[in-house]
């Protein structure tokens, strides 16, 4: 029996309308069944919150096909049949709570009893209403309807109760001193979608509503309940029909000039205002409102972009607006005040599209201010001039309405917002989650990012919404803005990004389908711009039966969590799930480049000081690497060297000194600012190091880095699909260079050249020494150096200190292969090597040659001979030279160039 119910829940998620219901009934059922004979109190418990899960569905389908029962050229509204996890219903349940109110998720439409007036007092609500200081100014109160009627005209409205619901006249909803632009613009343009018509929105989002004469109907008791789409779901909010009053002739809330006793538009004000804090509320745009206001998608089309096209834009929004399916608004940005006198337009500010024409070869939008009396445009073919239009006028054209040309609009509006109706597609699938904020050091990559694999079965249209939860916090930076742009601190634009910005983006993936590290343009196939707004939306066409990804990124979000909601309309049924890593074990380890490990790119002899880690491979396994910085004009880089065949990890890590070119396995690309990433499909057992650099020495950052591996590591956590019995390798920091902090003293660069007739040169400058001294010299490559002829005699050079020296891009190599050593003496049986690169093998020093460190002692030095550094080349030509620096824990003096000795 519960098989078969898993079965319909399975058939569920793809069908919709009729079919849809048809199987969550089935299913329900079938739980009801199991419930009654279920032998344990738990499976009893179990299969009965099952039932009643597929009952609200069922309610909330009947709904939605009994809402298009009759007009057979509306389709069903899809909703998503995707079974809830215990976690996103848990994130649905704690998203009811907003400004100190409970709106939970609407589970059935309320009967007729719950706005009785037989058995239950007047209802009032007691949920408070902020308003704004120049509000309180004039507020008079919360008055009933009929209170406002009485005191508009000092008479009974027994008569007249009809007109609080039914308009006379065509509507003009207007703005007067509610700071909600975008809420009254929004209405006006849903006018058309909300008027008395069989197929009215308001029929199914407001209550109680009479179906027979095509409006709302009047509550007895004063309770009105609205269905309004937020926070991932549809939810109740719960309203009484008081009304802030006012001591003026100026008004708190939304009215309709040509209608002005109709209070409906009013009441779904205040519901909307309720859910966003108040009426004071600082405004959002026209499409966050009408989407929660009618749950149509929204998406804002930014008009400024330099990749709009016109044409493309103007067929697609009369398409959809002909056949209602389509609600327009416009933004318009910061300007000065000199520009609004000018064009007539109010600076960011949203205004309502009534209706689109072609004349010609001109395409127009009548697109109306809904402030009660404001600026008109009065640009080039304008067709309306400034007005002021009395409250309760019926004569006339409606106020405040203008005709503009499309091109007009994209020069003037910065943003043209659309709410589409859900009903042209046939699925829907919506996911929740939560996303807690990353540290800053991984802000620039995608770890810790919701990512989604996609696979649709046709390439017919897919559309994604991402929507961010409301949480009090935003509220109160919403204010805050408001305040700093009435100050005059800021403008709106300027400070919007205390509310932080989020995208979505399309990647191509291999496999397909799975997580991807980081922002890679090579692999995008689609990115939408960062908006501040809580809505987001991709379109796109899919490849036919190929999983890709679907990443949602963000910026300065300041809250520490937040919670979204992502929605996939589409044609056919697509397959969604979280997407997978394509290595199963994943680990993070955090650090900095400080004063002492900032050692800068391999052109520098102090690369070796950069942070490193020894990496231990027990087997072959593949390796990626994700290293991220909260410094974002950071360049960073990472090698991994091969260091050993050992699979065996040593207590303290040994750190390498010296690095060739066929120690490199695995490299990022060149120095890229705040991230890197470097990978390699198979690397063999053994021990490797991986070194962390910037670009130059001394650039300090905290960063992080991500470690993925076919196998587990010692403190990686085992992902799904890994061998439980594999054998762990070992990721270890490398104790810090012993040359951090040390002194570096410069000798003067030299190319080298082989002597005639002999194989190889040999150079050697003295180093003076005054007490025991810890030292090791480091030869690298240089390009085309300003040759210094060899000198043939010594001459003492300055004390050391800490010195800058000439970089490049990167490793460049000298002519031949060289070595690096520090001896006693300058020949015969006096002469002893303390120290020498490479383990005495000639080797390419472009990424730098390092001796290891010894003590000297300054007497011994003095009756051995003295202390020479030695460097030595063999083959190559002069087409390179070689820079030798000395570090040293105490003041160090070289002397210059000089041949040695080579028959010692």
């Known amino acids: 029996m519960e098989a078969q119910a898993l079965e319909h829940e399975r058939r569920l998620a793809t069908a919709h309308g009729q079919e849809a219901l048809k199987h969550a009934i089935a299913a329900a059922e079938l ?51 995707r079974p809830l996890t215990t976690a996103e219903k848990t994130i649905l349940l704690r998203a009811s709570r907003l400004h100190g109110n409970v709106f939970p998720p609407w589970e059935s439409a309320p009967g007729p009893d719950v706005f009785s007036d037989r058995d239950t007092p007047v209802f009032t609500d007691p949920s408070p209403f902020t308003l704004s200081a120049e509000q309180l100014a004039i507020f008079a109160g919360w008055r009933r309807p009929a209170e406002l009627m009485e005191s508009q005209d000092g008479g009974g409205v027994d008569a007249d109760l009809e007109q609080l619901m039914s308009a006379k006249a065509e509507t003009d909803l207007a703005q007067d001193l509610a700071t909600d632009c975008s809420v009254v613009a929004g209405l006006c343009a849903a006018a058309r979608h ?50 802030p009053a006012s001591k003026t002739n100026r008004t708190l809330y939304v009215v309709d000039r040509r209608n002005p006793r109709l209070i409906w538009p009013a009441l779904v004000e205040k519901a909307y205002l309720k859910i966003r804090g108040g009426y004071d509320f600082p405004g959002s745009n026209s499409a966050t ?23 493309e834009i103007w067929n697609r929004i009369e398409r959809a607006y002909d056949e209602g399916n389509a609600i327009l608004t416009l933004g318009t940005g910061n300007m000065l005040p000199e520009e609004e006198q000018a064009l007539g337009l109010v600076r960011e500010h949203d205004y309502a599209v009534m209706d689109l024409k072609k004349e010609g070869n001109s395409r ?34 409606a106020s405040n309405q203008f005709w503009m040309a499309f091109e007009d609009v994209l020069q003037h509006f910065d943003s043209l917002y659309v709410n589409w109706n859900p009903a042209m597609f046939a699925h829907r ?144 049924p697509l397959s969604i799930a979280p997407a997978s890593h394509p290595l199963p074990y994943n680990t993070s380890l955090t650090g900095a ?95 490797y190091t991986v070194v962390l650099s910037t670009y130059e020495p001394g650039q300090l950052a905290p960063y992080t880095l991500r470690i993925s591996t076919s196998i587990p590591l010692n403190e990686a956590r085992a992902g799904a699909g890994a061998g439980a019995g594999a054998k762990a390798g070992s990721i270890i920091p490398v104790p810090a260079a012993a040359v951090a902090g040390r002194l570096r003293t410069p000798l003067p660069p030299v190319v080298p050249a082989p ?33 210094t002829p060899a000198p043939t005699s010594y001459s003492s050079s300055s004390s050391s200190t800490p010195s800058s020296r000439s970089t490049s891009s990167g490793p460049v190599r000298g002519g031949g292969a060289v070595r690096v050593s520090l001896e006693v003496g300058r020949a015969g049986p006096r002469r002893s090597v303390l120290a020498v690169s490479r383990e005495g093998e000639f080797a390419d020093a472009g990424m730098g040659l390092r001796t290891g460190e010894v003590d000297v002692d300054a007497e011994a030095v003095r009756a051995g001979g003295g202390l020479w550094v030695v460097l030595e080349q063999i083959g190559g030509d002069a087409g390179g030279g070689v820079e030798v620096e000395v570090f040293s824990d105490a003041a160090v003096r070289v002397g210059g160039w000089e041949v040695a000795d080579e028959d010692c």
């Open 194 to 243: 909300l008027g008395p018509t069989k197929d009215s929105l308001l029929g199914s989002l407001m209550y109680p509503f009479d179906h027979d004469k095509l409006r709302p109907a009047l509550s007895k008791n004063g309770k009105y309940v609205f269905r309004m789409y937020f926070n991932g779901t549809w939810r109740h909010v719960v309203i009484d029909d008081r009304l």
């Open 429 to 572: 699938q919506d996911h929740h989650f939560k996303w807690d904020m990353c540290d800053k050091t991984e802000e620039l990559v995608f770890t810790h990012n919701p990512q989604f694999s996609v696979l649709s079965p046709s390439g017919s249209p897919v559309w994604v919404l991402l929507s961010r939860h409301w949480q009090d916090g935003e509220l109160e930076i919403l204010r805050q803005r408001k305040a700093e742009r009435d100050r005059g601190d800021d403008s709106l634009a300027t400070v919007s990004k205390q509310l932080g910005f989020m995208a979505l983006a399309l990647y191509a993936t291999s496999p397909p389908g799975t997580r991807v590290p980081l922002p890679d343009p090579s692999r995008r196939l689609h990115q939408t711009p960062y908006v501040d707004s809580p809505n987001t939306l991709l379109r796109y066409n899919p490849t036919p039966g190929t999983p890709q990804t679907l990443v949602i990124t963000q910026t300065e979000l300041p809250l520490p969590s937040y919670s979204f909601t992502v929605s996939f309309f589409s044609a056919d």
């Open 364 to 397: 127009l939008l009548l697109i109306k201010n809904p402030w009660v009396d404001s600026l008109v445009w009065t640009g080039v073919g304008s067709s309306a001039t400034l007005k002021t239009h009395t409250v309760g006028s019926t004569t006339g054209d």
């Open 593 to 687: 480049w400080t004063r002492r490990s900032a050692g800068g790119s391999a052109s520098h002899p102090t690369y070796f000081t950069n942070p490193q880690y020894s990496l231990t491979l027990p087997t072959p396994s593949a390796l990626t690497l994700v290293l991220s910085t909260s410094a974002r004009d950071l360049p960073v880089h990472i090698a991994v060297l091969y260091t050993s065949p050992s699979t065996t990890a040593t207590p303290v890590p040994q750190r390498i000194t010296t690095l060739s070119g066929r120690d490199i396995q695995a490299a990022s690309a060149e120095y890229q600012l705040g991230h890197a990433c470097a990978s390699h499909q198979r690397l063999d057992a053994g021990t």
């Open 289 to 311: 409102d009408l989407h929660a206001l009618t749950g149509w998608v929204p998406e804002q089309i930014f008009l400024q972009s330099d990749e709009i096209e016109l044409d």
């Open 31 to 81: 739980y009801m069944q199991a419930a009654g004979k279920a032998s344990y109190p738990a499976d009893r418990k179990r299969f009965r919150r099952k039932c009643a899960e597929l009952i609200a569905l069922g309610e909330r389908l009947k709904a939605n096909t009994q809402q298009v029962a009759g007009d057979t050229s509306r389709a069903p509204v899809p909703e998503s049949t």
């Open 755 to 787: 002597r005639r007739g002999r194989a190889s040169s040999r150079l050697r400058a003295p180093v003076e020494v005054t007490r025991l001294t810890r030292l090791s010299a480091v030869a690298t490559s240089t390009p085309t150096p300003t040759p």
